[in-house]
């Protein structure tokens, strides 16, 4: 098993027996070197410094109806909002003075916010703050629309795949959706240059072995700048809320799994993860991960973009999470930086 993870961190890849092995015969001593290998890797390219994120999400409409997502469609409890163009641009300010340099517009696929509105929306951000990349996280779009995007200014966009296999795809999202279409918009979004984030959900229901080396596989494939994973977390009101929730030993081993996979990879410490457990953000930076992504959306609207049940930080203030999180990550020897945090291309 050592061998295995050995031969993650000198040669990037395995076979998808090897992960089939590696993901199966685990022993919490294995677990614990491949994190420690990770934590070490992760101090290699970024040092101590860990990026920061400002979220906002900016609207909770989406036409899509994942089974496992909180603000699917058919979810009459969800109490709907957007925030305009004005309360983006304050969420913007109040995180800029608190040494955010990277903006996460977040949203569920809501056809209100047109291409048109989008452009001019990212337009004015980045003619506010030239000094800061803009990332996007509004799901699955047309190769134009991609582009206006990128034309517009965004730089990064986060797609997760949720899951590289379809037949486990088809078990978390009805009909309408496929997985191949997922997978071709973060091959586009690639392609028209930008910095790419892809990523899963740890222990979504019906989740095996065999579908989190199609992950690995792929993740590897496509060579993503950004990897998103977090554990599944029921909510109440969706087809999935009796199905248990993924783990956090699992979430830091594949953490660890994927600084070694992907050495120079910005792997968040995702909110999820500080859920299922009150340290684990801490714990998923010393397993790799060197990015974390507190909320600055308007404390008047964070309980309604509930993913899943008991999300963390909904009645924090921005300037409370921000100083909370530099706290946390000074406490495990790690500083917070006023740094676009863009990818890194090579070893330092
Ligand atoms: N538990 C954990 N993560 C979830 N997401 C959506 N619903 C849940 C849930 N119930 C994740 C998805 C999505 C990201 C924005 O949030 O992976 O891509
Ligand atoms: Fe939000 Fe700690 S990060 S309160």
Do not use: W
Request: aromatic share 10%.
């Amino acid at each position: 098993m050592k061998k295995l993870i050995d031969k993650l961190h000198q040669e990037q890849i395995l076979s998808a027996e090897e992960f089939r092995t590696l993901l199966t015969d685990r022993s919490e001593e294995t677990d614990l070197y491949a994190r420690e290998l990770a934590d070490q890797v992760r101090q290699q390219v970024y040092g101590n410094q860990i990026y920061v994120r400002g979220l906002i999400e900016f609207t909770n409409y989406c036409k899509n109806d994942c089974y496992y997502c909180g603000i699917r469609r058919s979810n009459r409890n969800a109490q709907r909002y957007r925030l305009t163009e004005e309360d983006i641009l304050a969420c913007c300010k109040e995180g800029y003075e608190l040494g955010f340099r990277t903006f996460v517009l977040q949203g569920g696929e809501d056809g209100y916010y047109t291409d048109e509105k989008l452009t001019a929306l990212i337009r004015k951000i980045k003619e506010v703050y030239p000094d800061c990349a803009l990332t996007l996280s509004i799901g699955e779009k047309s190769e134009e629309s991609y582009r206006a995007y990128k034309e517009a200014g965004a730089d990064r966009y986060l797609l997760r795949h949720e899951t590289a296999r379809e037949e486990h795809y088809r078990k978390l999202h009805p009909e309408e959706m496929s997985c191949e279409n997922r997978k071709n918009c973060l091959r586009t979004l690639k392609k028209l240059g930008y910095q790419t984030g892809a990523g899963f959900m740890v222990g979504s229901p019906y989740q095996t072995i065999d579908d989190l080396v199609e992950d690995f596989l792929f993740l590897k494939e496509l060579d993503p700048e950004m990897v998103g994973i977090g554990p599944f977390i029921s909510h109440q009101d969706t087809p999935f809320h009796d199905e248990k929730s993924g783990t956090l030993e699992d979430t830091l081993f594949y953490l660890a799994l994927l600084r070694l996979m992907l050495p120079n990879v910005l792997l968040p410490a995702t909110t999820a993860l500080g859920t299922i457990c009150p340290k684990g953000r801490e714990l998923g930076v010393k397993s790799g991960a060197n990015v974390v992504m507190p909320n600055l959306s308007p404390v008047s609207v964070r309980k309604k973009y509930m993913l899943y049940d008991g999300k963390i930080c909904t009645g924090d203030e921005a300037a409370e999470c921000r100083f909370c999180l530099s706290r946390r990550m000074e406490l495990i020897g790690c500083q917070i930086v006023t740094d676009r945090g863009d990818y890194k291309k090579v070893l330092q």
